[in-house]
């Protein structure tokens, strides 16, 4: 059997539309060995080719665009098509296919979002009977649209100028059917003379009444000039609805706030549920939390910071629901337990480290007393098999961790690098300490069941969970012990200095290799992403930026300020005097310390600088002290011991604040691997006086090459970057992608996340347009995640109190208010805030909880600043917020509910269409 291949695309000169798949003439899956299409109408972009096939044999295929000279092929959105026929007999067929373009937004809707939550449909309309058999010289016409968004019980019908598609009569339209939703079905028979045949979908309801036609004009179908199929298969991909663009509300809140009645004192992954249906309630159809990874390194309240994960597969054992893990025989352990736990519940804050060693103990005593049936577990048996390339790993390094009292595995000794041979000796199930090891394997099945059982819930009520990918990895990891070579463990990643950090900030993560995972196709990247894809239909990649370039800072230096991008492109010593530089290095790229500003910075400590720290290198000039030229040289030096006074602690602090600020006097980083001959300018040059003091022409050039190398230098290299990583992350699985992309966002950003379909994220107060103090979310993008505040923000409520100033502006300018604000956020403001962004453009607008609480003035906490999740300047932030309110109660609150879901469904947030 013949099998064409049609899609329409315009391509420019050098592209070339080409088809791979897993049928031996498409490369049996070889990409290498795609074919390229033949181009048969140039000025409508329409491509083809054919193979021969057997009939009733599946295969999957895919189209994508190659470019001479450009080693980065344009992908479509989805994943591979599926071909398959029922097997019948005939000579030729005809897939009509057509290009999935990433930036099209309505193929977010076609996401696991859409598909397994939101949109989910049990409901199956019959394929409908043909009305009559094929005949010799007959065409069957198959139509198979993929349609989402429908209402339960509706279905979809195509109506045209034939008659067996009711010529243009609605009531004789023909039905399809969703088998294998949301692909619809049905064909008819028709002869040679029917074509040119147009049609339109339509979508019937219950009643079999048309609730609307799409609202385009017709799509048409030609045969073929060179040939006359037997079967043609139209394989349209989406409905053109003619009504608004589908928009949704989401609430986010880390699951470690949560609060229930009978809790632990933390929020857990059972609590999920109980949100769930407080969403339902409510009108909302999303849940964003923060990641939900195993950060346990110290095991200190330290480890609350949910971004500097132990393993990026391991779920954090925090969020385990004692009680839906195993019941203690021992009846007076159970009550001192469960007494603890009550304790804990009643606490306004997470007490994390008690948290941690309450259900540490009773992890120990569960597994022991379960142990025998657990390992004979068909369920965990199947689990240890899918998921024992991370879970034997992860439970070694726990169990170095707690051998070794820290996470640190360069003081492992032996075990500093693992090999296959040493994680089979420290797992194999003959080892005397076994049950250490199989702990950890008891502990991440269960939190695994109780995550899937959330998610599973939370798919079956319509809402989507949106989890939360960190940027980075941390530095003392299983990921960085077992692969080294993706990660340059000699930097650090950060961000550069901002409104919200004059410093910028340390993240102390390690960077990405990228070079080396591009090896294998970013393949711990898809790994980790499909093994989210379990429990997440949504998620958000953290600082989004780092995929086009990141804030890299050298590991013997602490603040962001001593950083520069990477990947970037250096200035050489050539390119600065060409530039008009008298480019000096000792004057440029050292730290410039002059006696006239060091009584400024250290006060009364000024002598002792002198003479401690410094070595006077000419009159009034001074250099470092070569134990001292690195600000991780000072805070070693200048950590307080333990038995240290607060006058000492102060002074160390105002000590080590001043130096580093000395060692950041410089104009010029040097770039790593450059041999002295690249030059970064430093991201705070005009703060310091080495810029100050310099002559007015050279000020006026290291202006010049600041704003090239910030804002024009690297663009299209950056953007070259990002399309070499991003597609594959995306392609990985079918969830939906947000990006947050606040900071300096290089202008290539918008286009790129655009161009793939990635969601944006608008936060008012964080306007992306540098002219303007606060966003507009009238003017906000399609493909984008509105909301006004974050969980490294302040609340609506707690921002409000900051500057009166900004407040008033606000007021007046974005909300349209007259007069003077109120000294408070009155529950009044905080819902015009809200209604705001429930009537822009965006596809989602998501909420803190604490700001939905604000609207009412029962449920308002009363402190607003005590509602703050994290403080990004402070590394040292101890993450303990949580719900001043359970969760059974707010599902209670049925006049707040009411309110909350009147202003959804009022915005157009809550149907479907």
């Known amino acids: 059997m013949l099998l064409y291949f049609q899609i329409e695309y315009k391509t420019y000169f050098g592209q070339q539309v080409m088809l791979t798949g897993t049928h031996p003439s498409l490369g049996n899956g070889d990409r290498d060995k795609a074919v390229t299409m033949n181009l048969i109408e140039p000025e409508t972009g329409l491509w083809m080719f054919s193979i021969d096939a057997e009939p009733g044999k599946a295969f999957t295929y895919r189209y994508f665009i190659r470019e001479d000279n450009k080693p980065l092929a344009l992908e479509e959105w989805g994943p591979d098509r599926k071909y398959s026929d029922d097997g019948s007999s005939c000579s030729s067929r005809l ?82 059917g969703n088998p294998v939703h949301p692909v619809w079905e049905g064909d ?71 609060r229930r009645k009978n809790g632990a004192g933390i929020g857990e992954f059972s609590d999920l549920k109980l949100l769930v249906d407080w969403a339902c309630k409510s009108g909302m159809k999303l849940i964003q939390i923060l990641p939900v990874n195993d950060t346990v390194a110290t095991h200190t309240w330290q480890d609350s910071y949910p971004y500097a994960a132990i393993s990026v597969f391991a779920l954090h054992p925090v969020y385990i629901d004692l009680s839906k893990m195993a019941a203690l025989t021992s009846d007076i352990t159970a009550r001192i337990i469960r007494s603890q736990a009550k304790y804990l519940n009643t606490l306004d804050k997470i007490d994390y480290e008690a948290v941690m060693v309450l259900k540490s103990r009773f992890f120990k005593l569960a597994y022991d007393q379960e142990k025998e049936q657990f390992l004979q577990d068909e369920n965990f048996k199947d689990f240890f098999t899918k998921n024992s390339f991370w879970l034997k790993p992860y439970a070694a390094f726990s169990y170095l961790r707690d051998l070794f009292n820290t996470a640190d595995f360069n003081r492992w000794g032996d075990f500093s690098t693992p090999s296959e041979e040493i994680l089979d000796q420290l797992t194999s199930q003959d080892a005397p300490h076994f049950d250490d090891i199989a702990v950890h394997y008891f502990i ?50 950060g961000a550069p200095p901002d409104d919200f950090s004059p410093i910028g900030q340390n993240w102390r993560f390690p960077t990405y290799n990228w070079e080396e995972m591009a090896h294998d196709n970013y393949s711990w990247w898809q790994l980790r992403l499909k093994q989210m894809a379990t429990y997440f239909d949504a998620f958000r990649i953290d600082h989004i930026l780092g995929f086009f370039r990141i804030w ?62 410094l070595d006077e290198t000419a009159t009034g000039c001074y250099a470092l002290k070569k134990d001292f030229a690195t600000q991780r040289a000072v805070e070693k030096f200048l950590t307080p011991g333990p038995d240290a006074t607060p006058e000492e602690r102060n002074q160390a602090q ?31 040059m005009h703060f310091t006086n080495s810029y100050r003091e310099l002559d007015f022409q050279s000020r006026q050039v290291l202006n010049h090459l600041y704003t090239e190398y910030f804002y024009r230098r690297n663009e299209e290299f950056w953007k070259a970057k990002s399309l070499s990583k991003l597609p594959a992350i995306k392609n990985a699985t079918e969830m939906l992608l947000c990006g947050e992309d606040l900071g300096m966002v290089p202008a290539c950003v918008p286009h790129v996340m655009s161009n793939l379909g990635i969601l944006s994220l608008e936060v008012q107060r964080m306007p992306k347009n540098p002219a303007t103090e606060f966003g507009n979310p009238s003017e906000y993008p399609y493909l984008s995640v509105a909301t006004p505040s974050s969980h490294d923000t302040s609340t609506i409520r707690g921002w409000w109190e900051e500057n009166q100033a900004k407040t008033r502006r606000f007021f007046n300018e974005i909300l349209g208010n007259p007069g003077e604000p109120p000294a408070t ?44 999740i994290n403080q990004p300047a402070n590394p040292n932030h101890y993450w303990c917020y949580r719900m001043h309110v359970d969760l059974e109660q707010l599902m209670d609150h049925e006049e707040f509910n009411a309110k909350i879901f009147s202003m959804i469904e009022n915005s157009g947030r809550y149907e479907i269409y």
């Open 825 to 868: 956020c009155e529950p009044r403001i905080v819902e015009q805030i809200i209604n705001q962004h429930l009537f822009c453009p965006s596809m989602w607008a998501v909420f803190p909880i604490q700001d939905l609480l604000g609207t009412d003035e029962s449920l308002r906490l009363s402190d607003p600043h005590a509602e703050r």
């Open 552 to 613: 890299e800072i050298p590991d013997d230096q602490v603040e962001g300020l001593m950083g520069y991008f990477n990947p970037s492109i250096p200035y050489t010593s050539e390119e600065l005097r060409i530039a008009g530089l008298r480019f000096d290095q000792e004057r440029l790229c050292k730290p410039y310390i002059r006696d006239h500003f060091l009584k400024e910075r250290f006060g009364d400590l000024t002598e002792r600088v002198k003479k401690e720290f």
């Open 444 to 493: 991440q099945f269960h939190a695994h069941l109780q995550l899937s059982d959330a998610a599973d819930y939370a798919r079956s009520k319509g809402i989507a969970l949106k989890g939360d990918i960190p940027i980075g990895i941390y530095r003392n990891s299983v990921d960085a012990w077992l692969y080294p070579n993706l990660f340059n463990m000699d930097r650090q990643a």
């Open 188 to 258: 008819v028979v028709l002869k040679s003379q029917d074509f040119p045949v147009y049609y339109k979908y339509l979508i019937k309801n219950s009643s079999g009444s048309a609730e609307f036609w799409e609202k385009s004009s017709e799509r048409v179908i030609y045969l073929p000039e060179e040939f006359t199929p037997d079967v043609i298969e139209i394989n349209d991909e989406k409905f053109d609805y003619p009504r608004f663009p589908w928009k949704g509300a989401g609430v986010a809140i880390p699951v470690f706030s949560l």
């Open 654 to 684: 105002s000590l080590k604040k001043g130096l580093f600020s000395l060692i950041s006097e410089v104009i010029f980083l040097e770039a790593p691997d450059s041999g002295g001959n690249g030059w970064f300018p430093g991201n705070g």
């Open 95 to 176: 897939q009509v296919d057509f290009w999935r373009s990433m930036a099209d937004p309505d193929y977010a809707l076609l996401s696991s979002a859409f598909r397994r939550a939101i949109f989910r449909n049990n409901y199956r309309h019959p394929v409908p009977r043909r009305k009559r058999k094929p005949e010799k010289k007959s065409i069957t016409l198959r139509f198979k649209p993929v349609v989402s968004r429908i209402k339960e019980g509706h279905y979809i019908s195509v109506c045209g100028n034939a008659e067996a598609l009711g010529m243009w009569h609605e009531e004789r339209s023909l039905d399809l």
